[in-house]
């Protein structure tokens, strides 16, 4: 068993929905236990500005399914939830990626892990730091180090619909 990060992010058709919706369909993925859920913030977007602002998750996951199994569930669930993309970097109804998979690095066709800019991204760092402040990356890196990079930011949490 892995312990896997997710990230979650929406700016179409009712975030809060979305992520509500794509954190009780990753609870019952095969072979998965979902364990920690953050906060859901609602950020400025990183990309063109003439877009909606997000809502932004990160859940922990223990899983025993490989990198390419738990990518081809998200993308999956992502379709299921009527993904729209309608631009590069531009708005979406739900984006799933797979920050941390274990302490594992991993260079593929499909796959990048860790995420290649979630150090930079406090709608990543910042939520992780909720359900993980004793997190240490691959590269060494401590979360609770990382999170002072954001300690002014002014993302804003939003109320969750349902209890998770
Ligand atoms: N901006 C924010 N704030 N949150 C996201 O999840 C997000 N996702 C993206 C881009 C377009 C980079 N901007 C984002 O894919």
Not at 19 to 43: C, D, I, K, W
Request: with cysteine; glycine share 4%.
């Amino acid at each position: 068993m892995k312990q896997v990060y997710i990230a979650l992010g929406s700016n179409l058709a009712t975030p809060v929905k979305q992520l509500e919706n794509a954190l009780h369909t990753l609870g019952q993925l095969p072979h998965s236990q979902l364990m920690r859920v953050s906060h859901f913030y609602q950020s400025k977007p990183l990309g063109p500005q003439d877009q909606p602002d997000y809502v932004n998750a990160v859940a922990c996951l223990t899983t025993a399914l490989s990198p390419l199994a738990l990518l081809d569930e998200l993308q999956r669930i992502e379709q299921e939830q009527g993904r729209i993309r309608l631009r590069r970097w531009g708005e979406r109804t739900l984006d799933l990626d797979i920050l941390l998979y274990g302490d594992d690095i991993i260079q593929s066709e499909r796959l990048t892990i860790p995420h290649y800019d979630m150090q930079n991204r406090e709608f990543v760092i910042v939520p992780l730091y909720d359900i993980a402040p004793n997190l240490i990356l691959p590269d060494g890196k401590k979360i609770v180090d990382l999170v002072q990079g954001f300690s002014n930011h002014e993302m804003k949490i939003r109320q969750k619909s349902t209890a998770l």
